[in-house]
């Protein structure tokens, strides 16, 4: 596992797909080879097809089976650098600034990559729980095209509820976004319940579809607020997220359709909840890639 993140280690590290394919098998299986389908440890290996043959099933293998990367054919040394550009750029990266970066001809080819690697993020970020002192509100991200409309109710924008865990109600420790259907108790309780543990305090402004919160096994400290100032005493992290959050979105991908924003706003909660691993970083989305259910190109297109 390395240490540093600079460009010239990485590019050393990983400057064939060959060393990309042995560091794969170590994240796929740390410890010694499982077959996937009887869980047996010994194998042949077939080195022309990259295939691993339990000796117990005979079932083959290969290591990119069931992740990202299965039947890609984009070298894997491009995928390496694609989710090393993604998960250090703090406010995310464009598909077409990755192609030009990754010298790959063809837009789709990067932007399928580049979804299965923000899947990935969202998907293992949807596993965290919040608890405890939390910050709450409601707002819309999203929208193709520029309508210059804002706030609640902004066509073309989705609802999505915002929460930070502010442990010493001093400085955030995790983030979530979740994009809801509408804005109603019903379906905010759903995502709540979901995300956020029974028994956790949720300070939030005043608006009515919080209302249920006390009863449904959470403290609650609603406030009215009518002025800047007081929206930002009381819930100060919450806002500065999500205005950053809107900036990078706008300044990166420019608009974002209601159909792929969750994975979007899952990129940037994952990056944010591993702010203090930046070591790390690499190798865990690499494992998130190889560990999480992948989605493919037409259930992107849906
Ligand atoms: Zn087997």
Redesign the pocket.
């Known amino acids: 596992m390395y240490k540093s993140i600079d460009f010239f280690r990485f590019q050393e590290m990983f400057s064939s797909d060959h060393k990309c394919w042995n560091y794969l098998v170590k994240r796929r299986w740390p410890v010694e080879f499982q077959?996937p389908?009887?869980?047996?440890n010994r194998y042949y290996f077939h080195p022309q097809r990259a295939l691993f043959e339990?000796k117990?099933?005979r079932?083959q293998s290969s290591v990119t089976a069931n992740t990202i990367f299965h039947k890609t054919r984009t070298p894997l040394k491009k995928w390496f650098w694609a989710i090393y550009l993604m998960v250090h750029q703090k406010n995310g990266i464009s598909t077409l600034q990755l192609q030009k970066y990754l010298g790959i001809k063809t837009y789709k080819t990067v932007w399928v990559m580049v979804h299965k690697i923000r899947q990935a993020m969202a998907a293992r970020d949807s596993t965290y729980q919040l608890c405890g002192l939390i910050e709450l509100d409601e707002s819309y991200f999203g929208g193709k095209g520029h309508t210059g409309k804002r706030g609640r109710g902004s066509e073309n924008k989705s609802p999505v509820l915002v929460a930070v865990e502010v442990p010493d109600n001093k400085r955030p420790k995790f983030a979530w976004f979740g994009q809801v259907p509408n804005l109603e108790s019903e379906q905010i309780e759903k995502a709540l319940k979901k995300k956020i543990k029974d028994l956790s305090i949720l300070k939030t402004d005043a608006y009515k579809s919080f209302l249920f919160i006390p009863q449904k096994g959470y403290y609650h400290y609603p406030k009215v607020m009518s002025d800047n100032q007081k929206i930002a005493d009381h819930l100060p992290w919450v806002h500065i997220l999500i205005g950053n959050v809107k900036n990078a979105i706008r300044a990166t991908f420019h608009g974002v359709s209601a159909k792929h924003l969750s994975r979007y706003l899952g990129e940037y909660s994952y990056r944010f909840n591993r702010r203090f691993f930046e070591p790390q970083l690499f190798d865990r989305l690499l494992n998130a890639c190889v560990l999480t259910q992948t989605i493919t190109f037409s259930e992107l297109r849906q």
């Open positions: 077959c389908h009887c869980g047996h339990c117990a099933c079932y």
